[in-house]
T-cell receptor, first 115, second 119 residues
Framework: DTGVSQDPRHKITKRGQNVTFRCDPI?????LYWYRQTLGQGPEFLTY????????KSRLLSDRFSAERPKGSFSTLEIQRTEQGDSAMYLC?????????????FGDGTRLSIL | AQKITQTQPGMFVQEKEAVTLDCTYD???????LFWYKQPSSGEMIFLIY??????QNATEGRYSLNFQKARKSANLVISASQLGDSAMYFC????????????????FGQGTILTVHP
């Protein structure tokens, strides 16, 4: 059983550049979540999808952030005009449904460093 | 809005002893779920244990148990017989109904507790 896969593992870029991350969920998981985690803190919710529909976006997700899940399988998270404050670990998770006890399974994350 | 509080930034335990990691939560929802995750230094988040708000029994999964005290709004994680491999960051998280519905979406996490197991 393949887990959640994220690519790339690390991304270093200059301030002002655009970056895109990819997440492949566990197959047949219809829910996909994005979180952001800064050093020493717990993950903070960004957005989530059920199939291809984006159901909720956090206020943390400024206009520079956009996420898609076009075919209800993999998802991409794009950050435009990156800023120093965007440096963080970006975590993707998936789950098989929307029941309260359904655990979310996380990928290894993409660590973004802004120079 | 829901909130998770973990008041222990760091905890130390001797190998083979038990340790309790504290978690308190705040929500006005009657139905909710509480989760614990482990994050080793390598970064992946590993699901450990789940407790539902209506569950009458405390959840157990191997060496992990959840001490659920609903009236006190606490959901402490107990790790028995600690092992060196238990050294990691531990996060408590909560899930409440999404706005306007009966489905459940995002997790809200606490700030975490770093556990160090000494040989």
């Amino acid at each position: 059983d393949t887990g959640v896969s994220q690519d790339p593992r690390h991304k270093i870029t200059k301030r002002g550049q655009n970056v895109t991350f990819r997440c492949d969920p566990i197959s047949e998981h219809n829910r996909l979540y994005w979180y952001r985690q800064t050093l020493g803190q717990g993950p903070e919710f960004l957005t989530y999808f059920q199939n291809e529909a984006q159901l909720e976006k956090s206020r943390l997700l400024s206009d520079r952030f956009s996420a898609e899940r076009p075919k209800g399988s993999f998802s991409t998270l794009e950050i435009q005009r990156t800023e120093q404050g965007d440096s963080a670990m970006y975590l993707c998770a998936s789950s098989a449904g929307d029941r309260v006890g359904q655990p979310q399974h996380f990928g290894d994350g993409t660590r973004l460093s802004i120079l | 809005a829901q909130k998770i509080t973990q008041t222990q930034p760091g905890m130390f335990v001797q190998e083979k002893e038990a340790v309790t990691l504290d978690c308190t939560y705040d929500t006005s929802d009657q139905s909710y779920g509480l989760f614990w995750y482990k994050q080793p230094s390598s970064g992946e988040m590993i699901f450990l244990i789940y407790q539902g708000s209506y569950d009458e029994q405390n959840a157990t999964e191997g060496r992990y148990s959840l001490n659920f005290q609903k009236a006190r709004k606490s959901a402490n994680l107990v790790i028995s017989a600690s092992q060196l491999g238990d050294s990691a960051m531990y996060f408590c998280a909560m899930r409440v109904p999404a706005a306007g519905g009966t489905s459940y979406g995002k997790l809200t996490f606490g700030q975490g507790t770093i556990l160090t197991v000494h040989p």
